[in-house]
């Protein structure tokens, strides 16, 4: 069965740092670009980062640049996020998604991710 898993969400205080995980499992992950998104309540889903299957990484946000990172580790089919100096406004559910490309997409082509995870709940308050 072809899934993504993310997990390492939880309750931190303001300026603190938690790493997400997104384990695949039933495919291969090192032929797939994976993204980072992120739907914070009462808006829409947002796309934060991106790296591809040769670990060339792109913002889609200027909201996280300096403070969150992507990474991939293919031989433990898992790709992360580290995110740190968290922020109220990072209250969200945290997404990861997969493409079957390359290279990440440009930001008018997000609809290439067409694998999701569950989500995991990242919720920063003091």
């Known amino acids: 069965q072809v899934q993504l898993v993310e997990s390492g969400g939880g309750l931190v205080q303001p300026g603190g740092s938690l790493t997400l995980s997104c384990e695949a499992s039933?495919?291969?992950?090192?032929?797939?670009?994976v993204g980072w998104f992120r739907r914070a309540p009462g808006k829409e889903r947002g796309a934060l980062l991106c790296?591809?299957?040769?670990?060339?990484?792109?913002s889609y946000t200027d909201s996280v640049t300096g403070r969150f990172t992507i990474s991939r580790d293919n031989a433990q089919n898992t790709a992360y996020l580290r995110m740190s100096v968290l922020k109220p406004e990072d209250t969200a559910v945290y997404y990861c998604?997969?493409?079957?490309?390359?290279?990440?997409?440009?930001?008018?082509?997000?609809?290439?991710?067409?694998?999701w995870g569950q989500g995991t709940q990242v919720t920063v308050s003091s």
């Open positions: 998604a997969t493409a079957a490309r390359r290279f990440c997409p440009p930001p008018g082509e997000l609809d290439e991710f067409d694998s």
């Open positions: 790296i591809g299957t040769h670990f060339g990484t792109i």
């Open positions: 039933g495919f291969s992950l090192e032929s797939y670009t």
